[in-house]
């Protein structure tokens, strides 16, 4: 993973700050992620992964009582084979000592950064992040790319979530039952977050699943009309993907 790029600047209301860092764990189901290993959907077909690369942004911590300290900015996650995949730094900032009932997070870009002309923007975002499609304005927000390994062969398989309608919220908080706790003492603290990338491919209602031996779901974007509907089950998959680590 590339060195730690934030853009922006966490909002305190005044007081002290104790330094917080956010790691991220990857995992496939209740096994920690491994490069090169071979692993299975629940509909039995074999895959490896090859890339993950996603921005993070708008995230916010929140209090007991429903308030946020929202921290601005985004981050780009990238994990190619041979890097760490496990606790691996995704962002640094300074957040009030105390109590937390949890943090909540979109994956992608804000619509007022997205519709910018990529070729004026500074990493993480801009052409050179390849996380833009060249044939469609705007980012992709979340790149997956891995293997299939059919009866036929294997087959390399694509997913690139975009366009405002897949911004993902991912929401780690409970208010109500209280099940969620995050203690931030003033020395400091880090916060770990799961993401399972064999969520994506658990099967839809009616049973719909990405099935790699059509040709066409090798290729999946939000863009188009024939492949939509199964971007659509990822995306309801992914709103679960995420989860706090001990």
């Known amino acids: 993973m590339r060195p730690l790029v934030w853009l922006g600047a966490v909002l305190l209301a005044g007081g002290l700050a104790a330094p917080v860092e956010l790691r991220l764990s990857l995992r496939v189901g209740d096994q920690a992620f491994a490069w090169g290993r071979t692993y299975q959907t629940p509909q039995g077909q074999r895959y490896r992964i090859d ?15 429903g308030r946020e300290v929202r921290v601005e900015g985004l981050v780009l996650a990238e994990f190619k084979p041979s890097a760490p995949t496990q606790g691996v730094p995704l962002m640094r900032f300074e957040a009030p ?17 997205n519709h910018q002309d ?8 801009g052409i050179n992040s390849g996380m833009y499609w060249a044939w469609n304005p705007g980012y992709i927000f979340y790149r997956l790319e891995g293997t299939a390994f059919l009866p036929e062969g294997s087959r390399k398989w694509v997913i690139h979530m975009g366009t405002d309608a897949f911004r993902l919220p991912v929401r780690l908080h409970d208010l109500q039952m ?62 679960d993907a995420f989860s706090l680590g001990e």
């Not at 890339?51 to 009582?65: E, N, Q, W």
């Not at 990529?118 to 975002?125: G, I």
């Not at 977050?193 to 290729?219: I, M, S």
């Not at 999946?220 to 990822?234: E, F, I, K, N, Y």
Request: aromatic share 10%.
């Open 118 to 125: 990529a070729a004026t923007q500074a990493w993480p975002l």
């Open 51 to 65: 890339l993950l690369k996603f921005y993070l942004s708008d995230l916010a911590l929140v209090r007991p009582d």
């Open 97 to 113: 000592p105390g109590e937390y009932r949890g943090l909540r997070f979109d994956v992608g870009v804000p619509r007022e950064l």
């Open 178 to 239: 209280r099940r969620v706790r995050l203690e931030i003492p003033p020395r400091g603290a880090v916060l770990v977050l799961n993401l399972d990338l064999g969520r994506a491919f658990w099967p839809g209602p009616g049973g719909v699943f990405l099935d790699w031996r059509e040709p066409a779901l090798r290729q999946l974007h939000g863009l188009s009309p024939q492949t939509r509907p199964w971007m659509s089950v990822v995306y309801h998959n992914m709103l």
